[in-house]
Nanobody
């Protein structure tokens, strides 16, 4: 079965860091862009970041996370990553990764590709 699996979430204090992983199973991510979205309870889905298939295309970050989060991918591991530094309480949400079929990023159009189950990130003292 083709699926994405997020991991790496947890409870962290403000100012702390987490590294989220998005691993693909039953599909190859090489030609997809990988996007990260988050959703807090009672709030709308929010685009966080997106990395294209090609290094020649542009990577995007939401203004709220720019300078704090870094998106990356490892095609050899068939995975994407989101390094989150200087976390703030407002970063608390379920984080999802998803594939973008076009292979490049259109901020922040909700992808219609594959989605993971989400991983909970809670930032609290």
């Amino acid at each position: 079965q083709m699926r994405l699996v997020e991991s790496g979430g947890g409870l962290v204090q403000p100012g702390g860091s987490l590294r989220l992983s998005c691993t693909a199973h039953g599909l190859t991510l090489d030609y997809y862009a990988i996007s990260w979205f988050r959703q807090a309870p009672g709030k709308e889905l929010e685009g966080v970041s997106c990395i294209p298939s090609s290094d020649d295309d542009e990577t995007y970050y939401a203004e709220s996370v720019k300078g704090r989060f870094t998106i990356s991918r490892d095609k050899g591991e068939n995975a994407g990553y989101l390094q989150m530094n200087d976390l703030k309480p407002e970063d608390t949400a379920v984080y999802y990764c998803a594939t973008v079929d076009l292979g490049f990023c259109i901020p922040f159009e909700v992808p219609t590709g594959y989605w993971g189950q989400g991983t909970q990130v809670t930032v609290s003292a």
